[in-house]
């Protein structure tokens, strides 16, 4: 199962180490999502050690008051590619999921941007990009997984599922 690393705003950056432990059990691909300065930056890597750097310049570079979400992969729905990396960007939100839904993957898609794409962005567009509206499809598909958003709107990390 993947690992998604949440760090709220004003939360300390997870240590390198627990970033290198995510990445050397998830050897599948990487990403990262965060805020600067009001904007939502994207970062997909195939390569653990590349990934690795590039996480230990962002914290360097980033103040404490920005969000992140980490994803490290474990394939199962998808081939191994960078577009299968988590996290996808559209219409204002960010996107990662840890678990394996009960969905039909859309042609090379994970089950996860199947949803993030096909189930959740119209209801997200139709409820003008209101959380509340967005919840009880969320709550009908999630089942054990653990799905992350950041809200390009203001930052926020909305989380469903039980995170450690």
């Known amino acids: 199962m993947c690992i998604i690393v949440i760090k709220e705003k004003g939360i300390a950056f997870p240590s390198a180490k627990v970033i290198k432990t995510c990445c050397e ?52 729905h998808g081939s191994i590619s960078l577009a299968n990396c988590h996290c996808w960007y559209s219409v204002g939100v960010v996107f990662a999921h840890n678990g394996v839904l009960s ?34 499809a969320i709550n009908a598909i999630i089942g054990s997984s653990r799905f992350a958003f950041l809200d390009a709107s203001n ?8 995170y450690y």
Request: proline share 2%.
């Open 25 to 76: 059990n998830n050897p599948d691909g990487f990403s990262a999502a965060w805020t600067e300065n009001g904007k939502v930056n994207t970062f997909k890597s195939l390569n653990k050690n590349g990934f690795l750097k590039f996480y230990s310049d962002l914290r360097k570079k980033l103040d404490k008051k920005e969000s992140l979400i980490i994803h490290a992969r474990i394939k199962t």
């Open 103 to 136: 969905i039909k993957n859309r042609d090379d898609l994970t089950d996860s941007e199947t949803f993030f794409r096909d189930i959740f962005i119209p209801i997200w567009r139709q409820s003008n990009h209101n959380w509340k509206e967005c919840e009880k």
């Open 155 to 162: 930052g926020d990390i909305i989380h469903f599922g039980n």
